[in-house]
């Protein structure tokens, strides 16, 4: 990863918070807490950023149609986090395995 490659991805990750800071209060809570908790639980897919702008796009619909963000999620958030991410290898998926040594992880001999 060269210096171009840093200074795009800062741009890019402003162009989304600036986004998020954008919609209404209650959806940037309900934004910033899901985010906590996908960066917590890691999804080894995070890093393409395809998550989080889909949820950004699918909150800035619903604040678009004078939807709750409670309206779009249900009120057990985190079961909807769970639902996204439910068929997402996490890292601790990936350190799960390489401590039990299946094949295709680190620990090969």
């Known amino acids: 990863m060269g ?3 840093i200074i795009e991805g800062k741009k890019q990750w402003r162009a ?3 986004r998020v800071k954008a919609l209404p209060p209650d959806y940037q809570i309900v934004y910033k807490e ?3 908790y ?3 639980v890691g999804p080894v897919g995070l890093a393409d950023g395809r998550l989080l702008t889909g949820l950004v796009d699918f909150f800035e619909e619903g604040a678009a149609s004078g939807k709750g963000v409670l309206e779009l999620l249900g009120n057990d958030v985190a079961a909807f986090c769970d639902d ?3 068929d997402s ?3 601790a ?3 799960q395995e390489s401590v039990a040594g ?3 992880t680190a620990e090969q001999g």
Request: proline share 4%; glycine share 8%; no cysteine.
């Open 89 to 91: 290898r996490t890292y």
């Open 38 to 40: 996908f960066f917590k």
């Open 93 to 95: 998926d990936l350190y």
């Open 16 to 18: 989304h918070m600036a």
């Open 3 to 5: 210096i171009q490659d």
């Open 102 to 104: 299946k094949p295709g």
């Open 84 to 86: 996204l991410i439910g």
């Open 34 to 36: 899901m985010q906590k």
